[in-house]
């Protein structure tokens, strides 16, 4: 009897087919984990009642600007927002841009005469907001979210748990109930928004401008990848007893997955005004103010949102 030779085992091609196996396992998990995700968030919209009083025309067929702000008015009427930006979204070419828009500007505001940019929402909430910027950008403005600052903390957490990692120039303290040291810092939700609120900073309101979007750009990065997308849903409902907004579910759910799956690319930026198109100003029972050459201004925006390529 003559024996049968032993096969040689090839190790490698072993590895290489459970680690497809194990790919493809954790790649169904996620699917599923989004499927199921999807479905609660569905049954639990981010629509609240101030929503109905909002009157930015529905038209997500182009590209569509969000009015996205940030609060912490604890229920407060006549708060003012703390930040002010619109997110331009293409679907077609799932491009997303950021405008920060400095709060001090000073505005015509329908119905109130000339205030500060950020006291629009203080005399009539995202509407009357949509409208000054309208009546002074002439940007049209489709749907608003207001986040409250707690909703942003959860947000952080969830999505990058080990935080994200900035340079902070000086020791940030006053007004932000934390001490963060100078240097390199690896972040999390609640030093990352001590960091990005800090009002004491060198270069006024314009540095915590520039920490806002820098943050909204790394955050983006230190998400992108297959665990983010199937955490959105999970975002999404978190996200339900922090934000107002007028926006649908499943709009939120595609504009998520193309950010999360980087298909938007790099987020471009901007900050209005621009340097050189304005003037510092104090103004009595107003304060500190910005007087902006607007019709510079609406060019330099138009021509930023209008470059799709």
Do not use: C
């Not at 040689?8 to 196996?21: D, T």
């Not at 003012?80 to 400095?102: G, Q």
């Not at 209005?272 to 003037?279: A, I, M, N, T, V």
């Amino acid at each position: 009897m003559t024996k049968k030779k032993a096969r040689k085992i090839r190790w490698g091609r072993v590895v290489g087919a459970l680690l497809i196996i194990g790919i493809f396992t954790v790649g169904l998990f996620t699917v599923f984990h989004y499927i199921e995700g999807t479905y609660q968030a569905f049954n639990q919209p981010l629509k609240k009642a101030e929503a109905e009083s909002f009157q930015g025309e529905k038209n997500t067929q182009e590209a569509v600007n969000v009015l996205l702000l940030g609060s912490d008015s604890r229920g407060e009427k006549a708060a003012r927002t703390d930040s002010i930006m619109v997110a331009h979204y293409n679907p077609k070419t799932h491009k997303v841009k950021l405008i920060s828009l400095m709060r001090d500007m000073y505005v015509k505001i329908p119905g109130h005469g000339q205030q500060k940019l950020n006291a629009a929402y203080s005399f009539g909430g995202p509407e009357l907001l949509r409208k000054t910027i309208k009546m002074n950008l002439g940007l049209d403005i489709h749907h608003y979210a207001v986040v409250d600052f707690k909703g942003f903390v959860k947000a952080v957490d969830l999505l990058v748990p080990n935080g994200i990692q900035v340079d902070i120039p000086y020791e940030m303290s006053e007004g932000i109930g934390m001490t963060l040291e100078q240097g390199t810092q690896q972040l999390h939700g609640e030093e990352l928004l001590g960091y990005v609120r800090f009002r004491k900073d060198r270069l006024s309101d314009f540095g915590r401008v520039q920490r806002q979007q820098e943050v909204v750009s790394k955050l983006k990065d230190e998400a992108i990848s297959l665990n983010s997308v199937a955490k959105l849903p999970e975002l999404l409902k978190v996200l339900g007893s922090y934000v107002d907004t007028d926006i649908e579910t499943s709009t939120l759910l595609t504009i998520g997955k193309d950010i999360l799956t980087n298909e938007t690319g790099e987020i471009q930026t901007m900050r209005l005004p621009e340097d050189g198109s304005f003037e510092n100003e104090r103004y009595e029972g107003v304060g500190e103010v910005l007087e902006v050459d607007f019709d510079r201004n609406e060019d330099v925006m138009e021509k930023f949102l209008g470059d799709e390529k």
